[in-house]
């Protein structure tokens, strides 16, 4: 089972930088596909990025060439870089963990993005 929590939100201006953290405990981390999560207010939740277990990468349309996904084994972390922020990405974020008989979620990290 592996437990994650989520860091690094909070309130940065347009055009500006960011970067989320999920640390994972538990067992198994390494053996996990990873995902980022986002849902704005009045919206449908939206899947931003996924990287698997061999660190293969795929971005929605949205975040495409502005955000990045990464993960560090050893620290058992997975990462969101993001850049380029615009008022549309304020969402509270959430990290999960998923392979096929498991699935697990962070409690998410507001970004608030200001113009």
């Known amino acids: 089972q592996v437990q994650l929590v989520e860091s690094g939100g909070g309130l940065v201006q347009a055009g500006g930088s960011l970067r989320l953290s999920c640390a994972a405990s538990?067992?198994?981390?390494?053996?996990?596909?990873m995902a980022w999560y986002r849902r704005a207010p009045g919206k449908e939740r939206e899947l931003v990025a996924t990287?698997?277990?061999?660190?293969?990468?795929n971005y929605a349309a949205s975040v495409k060439g502005r955000f990045t996904i990464s993960r560090d084994n050893v620290k058992n972390t997975v990462y969101l870089q993001m850049n380029s922020l615009k008022s549309e990405d304020t969402a509270v974020y959430y990290c999960?963990?998923?392979?096929?008989?498991?699935?697990?979620w962070g409690q998410g990290t507001q970004v608030t993005v200001s113009s």
């Open positions: 999960n963990a998923y392979r096929y008989d498991y699935d697990c």
């Open positions: 538990g067992s198994g981390f390494s053996i996990f596909n």
């Open positions: 990287i698997t277990r061999t660190s293969s990468t």
